[in-house]
């Protein structure tokens, strides 16, 4: 064990390269819907505020990984949560332990990769929105400012200072006060809160609104109209298939029937993304043990000087 990688949480977001992250989350994307990587479906714990979670997983390519986090819901701030915990990667070959990474910012950057990926794939033309100030968004608009820093971004929500904050982390970030308003103007819509009941309303969205909702752990980010009318796009099977804590509130109890496309089928050109400009797109995460992986890939690449692109 003396070998071991261990990093504190600024060491750990420091090395999460956003360009190989990219690329790394779309190959763990693509490998899940392949059925090519091995992940069970999350496991937890519940305590009284919160749970904590046990998630696995291999990836050919990427390695192999367990993340123990924590989710819990923030008393003195309602409507957020913390993601805590930590991703322990390990020699895909003979099991040995390689790194100790703080799991905070890995929740968050893969996360916003993954959701970065769908609206890549699936959005039309239009602003861009992201509701939300906590870790979840601030990464969101600290990726979106690497990727795509000529495209404007607007950040809601409900603290008018926390909003302007994240908005600052965009080199063309604006902040506005009004959530309904900003997301009726959106063309892209980043959910991304700790949310127990709906942020987002059916009757908000504009024809070709694309949404990714990366939140809602303890409960639904988007309202039942939206699920209903949307094209729906997870990760994973599960997301729909499995219950909370391994699936999507918003997912549960889907008429037979209903269509779910994996995202990773759509970046590997095997699957439809955006059926017309009209369409009404949703992709729905749950986050998966696979893009835990691919983000400890490459901080674990970018430390040792093994990066592998």
């Known amino acids: 064990m003396s ?7 600024a060491a750990t977001l420091a090395a999460l390269d956003p360009d190989r992250l990219m690329a790394a989350v779309s190959d763990a994307l693509v490998a899940v819907a392949q059925d090519r990587a091995s992940a069970p479906a999350r496991t937890a714990a519940f305590a009284p505020n919160g749970l904590l979670g046990a998630m696995p997983g291999y990836v050919p390519g990427l390695g192999l990984a367990a993340k123990l986090v924590s989710v819990f819901q923030d008393p003195e701030r309602p ?25 905070e910012p890995i929740t968050a950057w893969r996360t916003a990769a ?16 992201v509701v939300g100030t906590g870790a979840q968004a601030r990464a969101q608009v600290a990726l979106l400012a690497v990727v795509r820093p000529g495209v404007p971004v607007t950040v ?45 309303r059916r009757a908000w969205l504009a024809p070709g609104t694309h949404v990714s909702s990366v939140g809602g752990s303890h409960g639904p980010e988007l309202d039942a109209g939206t699920i209903r009318d ?15 804590p391994s ?12 269509r779910v496309t994996l995202l990773g089928s759509v970046l590997a050109g095997e699957a439809t993304g955006r059926r017309s400009p009209e369409a009404l797109t949703v992709f729905k995460s749950t986050g998966h043990a696979a893009l835990d992986v691919a983000a400890a890939y490459v901080v674990h690449g970018t430390v040792t000087g093994r990066a592998g692109r």
């Open 114 to 129: 993954s959701a970065t990926h769908s609206a890549l794939a699936l959005a039309g033309p239009g602003p861009v929105v």
């Open 3 to 9: 070998d071991v990688l261990v990093l504190d949480r």
């Open 156 to 200: 809601t929500g409900r603290d008018p200072a926390a909003t302007r904050t994240t908005a600052a982390l965009h080199p063309r970030g604006e902040a506005a006060p009004d959530i309904e308003g900003a997301v009726r103007e959106a063309g892209t819509v980043y959910c991304c809160t700790g949310a127990t009941a709906p942020v987002v």
């Open 247 to 258: 699936g999507a509130h918003e997912l549960q109890g889907l008429p037979a029937g209903r």
């Open 79 to 103: 409507g957020r949560s913390s993601h805590q915990g930590v991703v322990v990667l390990f020699d895909p070959e003979d099991g040995s332990p390689l790194a100790v990474l703080d799991a």
């Open 230 to 244: 949307a094209d729906l796009f997870t990760e994973w099977p599960g997301a729909a298939a499995t219950p909370p």
